[in-house]
């Protein structure tokens, strides 16, 4: 069984920085893509930002793009989002998640393509 958990969430004002933390355990991380979502009250999870198995390759959803970066540490089991210049249109929880499929050369944006899912962290930006 795959554990996912998040950490690093919290208050900031519009403007400022956060980074994310995703620990894995139970599975060879380094065989799977990774991925971001968020939900904010009210509406829909949606994806934020992916990155490949390998760690070659990233896609983000546009509204993110140029202010958040999504890494992997194969070596520590661990997946990050480093979020600048954040917006109150930002506040969400925020979750992460662990592909499907092993050495996968596309982008999974979908909820569903995602088995493994951590229990969220709040991120709230003040305006």
């Known amino acids: 069984q795959v554990q996912l958990v998040e950490s690093g969430g919290g208050l900031v004002q519009a403007g400022g920085s956060l980074r994310l933390s995703c620990a894995a355990s139970g599975r060879t991380f380094s065989s799977y893509a990774m991925g971001w979502f968020r939900q904010a009250p009210g509406k829909e999870r949606e994806f934020v930002a992916t990155i490949r198995w390998s760690g070659s390759s990233t896609y983000y959803t546009d509204s993110v793009k140029g202010r958040f970066t999504i890494s992997r540490d194969n070596a520590k089991n661990t997946v990050y989002l480093q979020m600048n210049s954040l917006k109150p249109e930002d506040t969400a929880v925020y979750y992460c998640?662990?592909?499907?499929?092993?050495?996968?050369?596309?982008?999974?944006?979908?909820?569903?393509?995602?088995?493994?899912w951590g229990q969220g962290t709040q991120v709230t930006v003040s305006s």
């Open positions: 998640a662990a592909g499907v499929r092993a050495y996968y050369y596309g982008y999974d944006v979908r909820p569903e393509e995602y088995a493994y």
